[in-house]
């Protein structure tokens, strides 16, 4: 069964940073592409960037290029989500994704979804 488990979300003051977290089970790791995708309430869920576990090629939302980072832990199975200079506009629940294919993630089409952590950004 696979399973993601996203942690690391609370409340954070504006300027400030949080690193999110998501732990994989349940398939090979190395042979998959991830990604954080992010939905603010009455909005849309958006992609924040997706990497390619095998290769660690990553892809960001443009309009957060420089403030986040994707990285992981393959012996960890572990995603990250590094993010800086947090708004109040990046308020929102982020979600992990996971797939086999890096184009079905960066689609938000992945097959696999955690549940969530929530941020909030007080200004």
């Known amino acids: 069964e696979v399973q993601l488990v996203e942690s690391g979300g609370g409340l954070v003051q504006a300027g400030g940073s949080l690193r999110l977290s998501c732990v994989a089970s349940g398939f090979s790791f190395d042979d998959y592409a991830m990604g954080w995708f992010r939905q603010a309430p009455g909005k849309e869920r958006e992609s924040v960037g997706s990497i390619n576990l095998s290769d660690g090629t990553t892809y960001y939302r443009n309009t957060l290029k420089g403030r986040i980072t994707l990285s992981s832990d393959n012996a960890k199975n572990t995603l990250y989500l590094q993010m800086n200079s947090l708004k109040p506009e990046d308020t929102a629940t982020y979600y992990c994704?996971?797939?086999?294919?890096?184009?079905?993630?960066?689609?938000?089409?992945?097959?696999?979804w955690g549940q969530g952590t929530p941020v909030t950004v007080s200004s």
């Open positions: 994704a996971a797939d086999s294919s890096i184009g079905t993630v960066v689609a938000g089409h992945s097959k696999y």
